[in-house]
């Protein structure tokens, strides 16, 4: 029993049937792996079909945006605008007020003094000789 030939035929055929487990096992394995890079494969494709147009409506998209923030900004000038025309019209407003109340007091004051001296005014009585 210690002939070589014997012991490298053993070798080899120990050899030969662990590979063969081997494939064995890895051949379930090896079709998984062919079913995922199948799968891999319809992804990539549906991406590059679908991720083109949906990048471009998104960019669509931010242009759009781009254009509501310009009008709304627009908008809130102008806004600001007639706001501040509006509180420079109502200052004018009070200030036209105040300068009628015055006037007006003006104008009453004056005429209770003519009232008064009106109504205090005793006719004089001229003392004419007769020649």
Not at 85 to 97: E, I, P
């Amino acid at each position: 029993m210690i002939d070589p030939l014997f012991w490298l035929g053993l070798s080899l055929l120990l050899v030969a049937a662990s590979l063969t487990a081997v494939l064995v096992a890895a051949i379930p394995a090896l079709q998984e792996l062919a079913r995922a890079a199948r799968s891999v494969e319809k992804f990539f494709d549906t991406l590059s079909r679908e991720l083109p147009p949906t990048l471009e409506a998104i960019r669509n998209t931010s242009l759009e945006i781009s254009d509501l923030t310009d009008d709304v900004n627009t908008g809130v000038k102008s806004a600001s605008q007639v706001v501040k025309q509006f509180d420079q019209g109502l200052d004018h407003a009070k200030k036209q007020a105040q300068n009628i109340q015055i006037n007006t007091r003006s104008v009453m004051a004056g005429v209770k003094a003519a009232w008064k001296t009106f109504r205090h005014q005793r006719p004089q009585i001229r003392n004419r000789s007769k020649p």
